[in-house]
């Protein structure tokens, strides 16, 4: 499966080098022209205003960012490569170099058998002269300064080897190769007393290694002694090994120590990671100091110390997943694993400035963790959100005093001038512990997971508004099976309070104090963005769009709570207990049937809704404080659930338009009063909107049209429209307990005395549109 990854990777990173690589080739045709002219290209791209200008230079800073981006992502997918064929390189060049000495010797040899050498000069019998050392010296003969240096030096290297005189032995050995080399320039010596000198230098040399690579796997070899002996080691040739050599003594070192630091299950998260953190990440450092000093930055040791570094820091990981992070996370304790992670990337951070970029291992490893405690912590608060929801008594209050998990004052009642809102107690519980969750969110933006938090907390949100939704009266069997509510026992809002509190509940939350601790997932509210002025716009660009969105879904969640509160008051206004209609086609034409003498006014089910709505605004206005217009939006959905129902209702559309009977004069007057006094109150209410303003229309035109199809024509049994906004106002009065004023002009129970079919300006406009 990753191999098909990789491969779509590179596939997708082909193409897309092929398309920049053809807009880059367009972008130099310019320079390729015969008639290309230097001075009115520059004039022609130095003719930029300020705000050309600016454009470019945000463009370029967008392409710079974007090349940054991927080089980082092509460097990461490919350096496990780069890195194993760097060492395979390296271990290829230590095999050459020993060959090239192989060679060496054969050639010498070869070349003294290609020259003649008789075997009998060198079988000479020792009364002719004496051999020291494969040189034979004459019996008489003063032996020359040579001849004394070649007999002289291999005693000379086994003492300085004995007593490990290292820069001594060093400087012999360089010696030895010098005149070596100059015996062979110079046909100085024979070949065989050549080959002699060099099959000493290499068997000493060998012998030198070898005490210097015991010396450096000795714990006792500290500092100094172990940087002098990698060094020397170097110089006899052996680099790679010597490497290798001074990596694993600092491996060998921390370990030791690290037998001192016994972890324990009631030890503390942070001291345990602190004080790990200080053994690995000091012989890291100490590591690349030695290595960068003694073997400077060549590739092939660059790459092997990343490849150490790397290795001890996932060691380093599973250390602190084990003893620090498993309980952590797996108890849902966001902060202590936040806290060890912190304490972790801190440490390793400082070693970027040795070349060594180790915090992505450590992200990657840590990130299970750090969920698995995201999780179990939104968890928690869903589960003592709903616990509270059981007993939860529906009233709002001012926050309770009261502290977080870390000790400090919560934000939400740190007095009169913070942000005070009244609540129920089960909504106060999940504000204040959603804003002690993001008290530490360092962590989760550095991982990444600043996007899996905001949908963990919005899940957990969307819960408890389910739980909400249960509480109202005749939603249990509705709500019962959405995802995310459960089984939980909720107490009943049995009173219109109680209900609209729960909207308050969720509205408030959803509006203003999820987002606003939202914001702390903001890289600007870091400290480690503080010093970056040039980084915040970008920042803030980026992330408003998440948090944006996220809000809207807040919002969304919000809408199915208030969606069913419209449509549990609806259903009450308009059916009884017993499952019959309060709003039926019989209410308008039974009317001209009984056509007796009546006081004219709305229909029951109207002034309800009308009551309804009136004793909502008052509850409303004190419990949505500053934020009146969610009141204003929830009347107004009501008014249009109602509506929207009455315009849907095909049975009592077919009994208008079909029979049994037809709309007589009066039932179409009455059905027209009761649809001008929504429109009245709504307006006076400011929740008339002009998707229920169109919905009435489309309602009073319907209407308007079954009673034509009779052979009527409806404005000539309608009276003027002033007529209609009296009874309405008058009604408003009434209902609304407010002194009644009688015009004296008007008959209200007579409507024929004032009939005109022109007078009906609302409604024929709308039927003639």
């Known amino acids: 499966m990753s191999s098909a990854k990789t491969a779509r990777h590179r596939g997708s990173s082909a193409t897309a080098s092929k398309e920049n690589g053809a807009k880059v080739e367009e972008g130099l045709s310019v320079f390729k ?33 974007a090349s940054a981006e991927e080089m980082r992502r092509s460097v990461y997918a490919n350096y496990a490569a780069f890195i194993r064929t760097s060492k395979e390189i390296s271990d290829l060049e230590g095999e050459l170099s020993s060959i090239r000495n192989l060679l060496s010797t054969q050639a010498a040899l070869i070349h003294g058998l290609a020259e003649g050498v008789h075997i009998d000069s060198l079988s000479t019998s020792v009364s002719e ?26 005693d000379l290297l086994d003492v300085l080897l004995a007593e490990r005189r290292v820069d001594e032995a060093l400087a012999a050995l360089d010696e030895g190769e010098r005149v070596a080399s100059e ?56 680099g790679p090994r010597a490497h290798s050599l001074l990596l694993n003594a600092h491996l060998q070192r921390y370990q030791c120590n690290m037998q001192s630091l016994r972890p324990s299950s009631t030890s503390y998260g942070g001291a345990y990671t602190a004080a ?53 996370a797996a108890a849902g304790g966001l902060r202590a694993a936040a806290e060890c992670v912190q304490i972790a990337l801190g440490h390793c951070s400082l070693l970027e400035a040795r070349g060594l970029a180790l915090c992505p291992v450590l992200l990657k490893l840590f990130r299970p963790s750090v969920e698995q405690a995201l999780d179990a912590n939104l968890k928690r608060i869903e589960e003592s959100t709903a616990a509270l929801a059981a007993a939860d008594d529906w009233v709002l209050t001012y926050p309770p005093t009261t502290t977080r998990q870390s000790g400090r004052p919560s934000s939400v009642s740190l007095g009169p001038t913070a942000f005070q809102h009244k609540l129920t107690s089960s909504a106060h519980r999940f504000n204040l512990m959603v804003q002690d969750f993001f008290e530490d969110v360092g962590p989760l933006l550095s991982m990444q997971l600043g996007g899996q938090t905001l949908e ?74 503080k010093d970056d002025a040039r980084r915040r716009p970008l920042d803030r660009q980026n992330r408003q769009p998440e948090q944006r969105e996220w809000k809207r879904r807040l919002v969304s969640s919000v809408d199915r709570l208030k969606d069913t509160f419209c449509r549990q008051h609806a259903l009450d ?71 929207l129902w009455l315009s849907e209702d095909q049975s009592f559309w077919d009994d208008i338009e079909e029979g049994p009977k037809p709309l007589g004069p009066l039932g179409l007057q009455q059905f ?13 209410g400011r929740y008339l909107s002009r998707n229920l303003h169109r919905v009435v229309n489309e309602i009073i035109s319907k209407a308007m049209a079954a009673f034509a199809a009779t052979g009527m024509d409806p404005y000539s049994v309608l009276p003027e429209d002033d007529w209609f906004n009296e009874i309405c106002q008058d009604t408003i009065e009434r209902l609304s307990g407010k002194p009644k004023v009688v015009n004296g002009d008007r008959d209200l129970s007579s409507p024929t005395a004032s009939v005109s079919a022109h007078s009906i300006s609302s409604v024929r406009s709308h039927g003639s549109s």
């Open 33 to 65: 022209s015969d008639k290309f002219d230097a001075d009115v290209f520059v004039q022609s791209r130095c003719s930029l205003n300020e705000k050309e200008l600016k454009q470019l230079c945000s463009n370029l800073m967008d392409l710079k960012k």
């Open 276 to 328: 790990l953190c200080q053994l690995v990440f000091s012989a890291i450092a100490q590591a690349a100091s030695d290595s960068s000093g003694i073997f400077g930055e060549e590739p092939a040791y660059s790459s092997e110390l990343v490849m150490w570094a790397t290795k001890q820091t996932e060691a380093f990981a599973r250390l602190v997943k084990r003893h620090a992070l498993a309980s952590s």
């Open 573 to 643: 206004l308009i059916f009884t207990e017993e499952g019959d209609s309060h709003l039926t086609a019989d209410m308008y034409i039974t009317m001209d049937v009984n056509a007796d003498e009546f006081e004219w006014s709305p229909s029951l089910i109207f002034q309800e809704l009308f009551a309804k709505l009136n004793r909502m605004a008052t509850i409303a206005a004190d419990m949505f404080v500053g934020r009146e217009r969610f009141a204003t939006l929830l009347l107004m959905r009501l008014t249009e659930t109602v509506i």
């Open 672 to 684: 027209y009063l009761d649809m001008k006094f929504v429109i009245c109150f709504a307006s006076q």
């Open 183 to 238: 015996a062979k320039e110079k046909k100085t010596l024979t070949p065989a007393v050549l080959m002699s000198l060099q099959a000493s230098i290499v068997e000493r040399r060998q012998k030198l290694a070898d005490q210097l690579a015991e010396a450096a796997c000795q714990p006792s070899t500290r500092g100094g002694e172990l940087r002098s002996a990698i060094s020397a080691l170097k110089k006899l040739g052996d």
């Open 129 to 154: 002269g004496s051999t020291v050392n494969g040189l034979l010296i004459s019996e008489g003969r003063e032996p020359s300064e040579l001849e004394k240096w070649l007999i002289e030096f291999p």
């Open 456 to 529: 963990g907390l919005f899940q957990v949100f969307n819960s408890y508004v389910s739980m909400l939704i249960k509480a109202l009266p005749g939603s249990m069997e509705e709500e019962a099976n959405y995802e995310g509510s459960g089984n939980k026992i909720v107490r009943m809002a049995e009173t219109e309070a109680q209900q609209i509190a729960l909207l308050a509940n969720a509205s408030l939350l959803a509006d203003e104090l999820l987002p606003r601790a939202a914001m702390k997932l903001s890289p600007l509210s870091q400290a480690t963005y």
